[in-house]
């Protein structure tokens, strides 16, 4: 099992975004989490189709959308266009959960479902077989440099054994409030994409995306 990194771009410079996506990509990451904040559906506005593509004009790194907002149909287009290549919506997002998954894979790019700490994980299986990735976030969306919820954990590993019982390769990705101690609680659960965003981003990121990277399952 390969543990991926992904930095969120979220927690970055952004009066000096080519240099941190430099930054990101020679430190050792392996993918860019791109977080989209609508004020909406979450209390906060990110960034747009312009920012991804001005992030996609500075690397050739994975781009790992992440669209925190309503009414995601109407928006894949774009960021496609702009250079995403995966995108990840919200289950409480959208009444047209499928359709949007499925447009997701018509525009070639990866396909994600993201479920908030609320959501039962009752309603993760139905929708497995059409995803690369489920993103289960280990905070409420919305602000960077929350405490991670340990009661997520749960979720982790009962998601791992509907994909393992299915024998399919979908993979759990996890976002919020993650660091050295709560990535090895994530993996032993069943992650293996680990986004991190204040952490990172402090202090000497190369190292600690190395620590990510040499993190053993228990």
């Known amino acids: 099992m390969k543990i991926e990194v992904a930095p969120s771009i979220i927690s970055a410079d952004f009066a000096n975004l080519a240099s941190e996506v430099k930054r990101i990509e020679e430190n050792g990451a392996d993918?860019?989490?791109?977080?989209?904040?609508?004020?909406?559906f979450v209390p906060n506005i990110t960034l747009g189709p312009a920012v991804a593509a001005a992030i996609r004009r500075s690397t050739k790194m994975f781009l790992d959308v992440h669209l925190m907002i309503y009414n995601p149909f109407d928006y894949i287009e774009r960021f496609a266009e702009a250079g995403a290549n995966r995108i990840q919506i919200h289950f409480e997002a959208t009444e047209d959960?499928?359709?949007?998954l499925k447009y997701i894979r018509k525009c070639n790019m990866e396909v994600g479902l993201v479920f908030s700490p609320p959501t039962s994980h009752e309603m993760i299986p139905k929708y497995l077989d059409l995803c690369d990735t489920v993103l289960i976030m280990t905070v409420n969306p919305g602000f960077g440099g929350q405490s991670?919820?340990?009661e997520m954990?749960?979720?982790?590993?009962?998601?791992?054994?509907?994909?393992?019982?299915?024998?399919?390769?979908?993979r759990i990705e996890v976002d919020g409030g993650i660091n050295q101690e709560t990535a090895q609680k994530c993996i032993d659960a069943g992650a293996e994409i680990l986004v991190a965003g204040n952490y990172l981003f402090a202090g000497d990121m190369k190292e600690k995306i190395k620590g990510f990277h040499d993190i053993k399952r228990s």
Not at 97 to 100: A, M, S
Not at 153 to 170: M, N, P, Q, S, V
């Open 153 to 170: 954990l749960e979720k982790i590993a009962f998601t791992k054994a509907c994909i393992d019982a299915r024998g399919l390769k979908t």
């Open 148 to 150: 991670f919820m340990p």
């Open 97 to 100: 959960i499928e359709d949007t």
């Open 31 to 40: 993918l860019i989490h791109v977080d989209v904040m609508d004020g909406h």
